[in-house]
């Protein structure tokens, strides 16, 4: 069955750090693709990045990166230089190629201090 | 502009009624989704459409219904069968059949008082 986890409730990380939030992900359908959305207080959802489970290489959009590792079924999220405006609740997702279901993960909720 | 539209922004219902949640969107898009959210909590999924006129269960369907009578508009009915209906609900759109990233609504702050 399709299945998104997310074990980090909550992390904390200092302005201008690095950090990593964690996904593990399951499914026996090969053709899917892995999302990164935030969720800011006002309960917007914010797309950040996307990997196909055919890419070859990692995706990467300002500084935001994927590190995906298929055979771990893992897709976590690295966002670089933290920045205060990055506190916000931070969502995993997959969408199976052949059903178009897509789920999420329950979240982690980060928090960027100076 | 495109893109997709929740309506309204806050609802308030009594108990043992039915409600409906409207979502619309001018993006051409044939995939559509309804999810409910917890406070503090993930996205579960409701109900999903991936055509016209057709529909799919999500992991927490009981007590909701939906229709898919036009590809712009995928409401969302609360049924007095849904226990436990005061949440956040949102709903999103995606190009069908294609891994590309699903655009969300503002979403729907139902309460029940």
């Known amino acids: 069955a399709q299945k998104i986890t997310q074990t980090q409730p909550g992390m904390f990380v200092q302005e201008k750090e690095a950090v990593t939030l964690d996904c593990t992900y399951d499914t026996s359908d090969p053709s899917y693709g892995l999302f990164w959305y935030k969720q800011p207080s006002s309960g917007e959802m914010i797309f950040l990045i996307y990997?196909?489970?055919?890419?070859?290489q990692n995706a990467t959009e300002g500084r935001y990166s994927l590190n995906f590792q298929k055979a771990r079924k893992s897709a976590n999220l690295v966002i670089s230089a933290s920045q205060l405006g990055d506190s916000a609740m931070y969502f995993c997702a997959m969408r199976e190629g052949g059903t178009d279901k897509l789920i999420f993960g329950t979240g982690t909720r980060l928090q960027v201090f100076p | 502009d495109g893109g997709i539209t929740q309506s309204p922004k806050y609802l308030f219902r009594k108990e043992g009624q039915n409600v409906t949640l409207s979502c619309e969107q001018n993006l051409n898009h044939d995939a559509m989704y309804w999810y409910r959210q917890d406070p503090g909590q993930g996205l579960r999924l409701i109900y999903y459409?991936?055509?016209?006129?057709?529909?799919q269960k999500g992991d927490i369907a009981e007590g909701y219904s939906v229709s898919r009578e036009k590809k712009e508009s995928f409401p969302l009915t609360v049924t007095s069968a849904q226990k436990n209906p005061t949440a956040f609900y949102l709903c999103?759109?995606?190009?069908?059949?294609?891994?590309?990233?699903?655009?969300f609504g503002q979403g729907t702050r139902l309460t029940v008082v």
């Open positions: 990997q196909g489970s055919y890419d070859q």
């Open positions: 999103a759109s995606s190009i069908r059949g294609d891994n590309t990233e699903a655009f």
């Open positions: 459409s991936q055509i016209v006129n057709d529909f």
